[in-house]
């Protein structure tokens, strides 16, 4: 079972996505936050971080680092609602593992959490 913490300040998207990766026989959400105070409150024991960079209190990209420091093995899903194609390369850069626009299926975020944990 892949453990996912979900950072995502758009609560109503946030919510769908748990409810429908909670559905995956693979995969349960174990934590949820709407900003970087919140996200780091429950950045351990997580094998997949899906986040959001534009939080409300900051850049997610931050969080990147701190989860790295927690458990180096844990994977990371930035979803991008911007097209400014410097983005998908600074999260990279940061260190995320995969970078996916939001207008993705939500199918297509659960493949991509199943894809980073089969190559760890």
Same mark, same amino acid.
């Given at each position: 079972?892949?453990? %996912? !913490?979900? %950072?995502?300040?758009?609560? !109503?998207?946030?919510?769908?996505?748990?409810l429908f990766l909670?559905?995956?026989? /693979?995969?349960?959400? %174990?934590?949820?936050?709407?900003?970087?105070?919140?996200?780091?409150?429950?950045?351990?024991?997580?094998?997949?971080? %899906?986040?959001?960079?534009?939080?409300? /209190?900051? /850049?997610?990209?931050?969080?990147?680092?701190?989860?790295?420091?927690?458990?180096? /093995?844990?994977?990371v899903l930035v979803?991008?609602?911007?097209?400014?194609?410097?983005y998908p390369e600074?999260?990279?850069?940061?260190?995320?593992?995969?970078?996916?626009?939001?207008?993705?299926?939500?199918?297509?975020?659960?493949?991509?959490?199943?894809?980073?944990?089969?190559?760890?």
């Amino acid at each position: 079972m892949t453990r %996912v !913490m979900l %950072v995502e300040d758009h609560a !109503m998207f946030r919510q769908a996505l748990s409810l429908f990766l909670d559905r995956q026989p /693979d995969i349960e959400v %174990v934590a949820q936050a709407g900003s970087l105070a919140e996200a780091r409150q429950c950045l351990g024991g997580v094998d997949v971080m %899906v986040l959001d960079i534009a939080l409300p /209190d900051g /850049d997610g990209l931050e969080l990147i680092s701190e989860l790295r420091k927690l458990n180096s /093995d844990a994977s990371v899903l930035v979803l991008s609602a911007t097209i400014d194609l410097a983005y998908p390369e600074r999260a990279l850069e940061a260190g995320a593992d995969a970078v996916l626009p939001k207008v993705h299926a939500p199918m297509r975020i659960a493949d991509e959490i199943r894809r980073m944990r089969a190559i760890c």
